[in-house]
C-alpha cells in the first residue's frame, strides 16, 4: 500500500525562500518521521511527529501533523544552497517498520 | 555524536555468491532495523531486531536473507545467494527504543553483476 506519498516531487527555490513539502498517507500512525537524503548518501534524520502532536519545531524545520487529513508538512525556513537534497517522510503504524514515500526533490539556488 | 556505521561503502559480488554486510548500531539503542534503496526507488523495509530475534519482516525478506548480531556491537545481513535484482543500497538503522527516531548509518551500495 501506498503509505506515506510527499509532494511536490520537485521543488526548485531560491535562497533566503521558504520550502514547503507535504506528505500524505492512507492509515493511521503512531508517528511520522522527517528525513534528508543528499544524492547516493545516507538518510538524516531531521524530526519525529507523534500522532498526538500537531506542530514542532528543529531550528529552521517546522512540522505539523493533520490526522484527521492524514497528512503532515515539513517547512524549510530560509533556505540555503545547502539544504538541496530529497525530503521523505517515513511512517510508523503498528509495529517497528517505517514506511517511506518517495521523496521531494528540493533544489536551492544561489 | 554517536551514529551508526556501516561496512563495506560498496560491495560488488557475482550472481549466486553470499554477501554480508555488516553495521554497528549507536551503542544504547536496542532495536535494529535493515531497509533497502533500489537506484531510484523508495526505500524499504526489510526486517527489524530486538532482543536477539526478528521482530517483523517485510515480504521482501525471503529465505535468502538472515541477520544475526554475532556480538555486542555488530549487527549483520546476510544474502545467501545474490540475485541481480538484490543490486542496491543497504541501510542500517536503530533506535533507542519502539517508535522513536530510528537513526541510519550511510549505506552500502551492493553491486550484482
Known amino acids: 500500500s501506498q503509505q506515506g506519498e510527499e509532494d511536490p516531487q520537485a521543488l526548485s527555490i531560491q535562497e533566503g525562500e521558504n520550502a514547503t513539502m507535504n506528505c500524505s498517507y492512507k492509515?493511521?500512525?503512531?508517528?511520522l518521521q522527517w528525513y534528508r537524503q543528499n544524492s547516493g548518501r545516507g538518510l538524516v534524520h531531521l524530526i519525529l511527529i507523534r500522532s498526538n502532536e500537531r506542530e514542532k519545531h528543529s531550528g529552521r524545520l517546522r512540522v505539523t501533523l493533520d490526522t484527521s487529513k492524514k497528512s503532515s508538512s515539513l517547512l524549510i525556513t530560509a533556505s540555503r544552497a545547502a539544504d538541496t537534497a530529497s525530503y521523505f517522510c517515513a511512517t510508523n503504524q503498528a509495529g517497528t517498520a517505517l514506511i517511506f514515500g518517495k521523496g521531494t526533490t528540493l533544489s536551492v539556488s544561489s | 555524536e554517536p551514529e551508526v556505521t556501516q561496512t563495506p561503502s560498496h560491495q560488488v559480488t557475482q550472481m549466486g555468491q553470499e554477501v554480508i554486510l555488516r553495521c554497528v548500531p549507536i551503542s544504547n539503542h536496542l532495536y535494529f532495523y535493515w531497509y533497502r534503496q533500489i537506484l531510484g526507488q523508495k526505500v524499504e523495509f526489510l526486517v527489524s531486531f530486538y532482543n536477539n530475534e526478528i521482530s517483523e519482516k517485510s515480504e521482501i525478506f525471503d529465505d535468502q536473507f538472515s541477520v544475526e548480531r554475532p556480538d555486542g556491537s555488530n549487527f549483520t545481513l546476510k544474502i545467501r545467494s545474490t540475485k541481480l535484482e538484490d543490486s542496491a543500497m543497504y541501510f542500517c538503522?536503530?533506535?533507542?527504543?519502539?517508535?522513536?527516531?530510528?537513526?541510519f548509518g550511510p549505506g552500502t551500495r551492493l553491486t550484482v553483476l
Open positions: 538503522a536503530s533506535s533507542e527504543a519502539l517508535g522513536n527516531e530510528q537513526f
Open positions: 492509515t493511521s500512525i503512531n508517528n
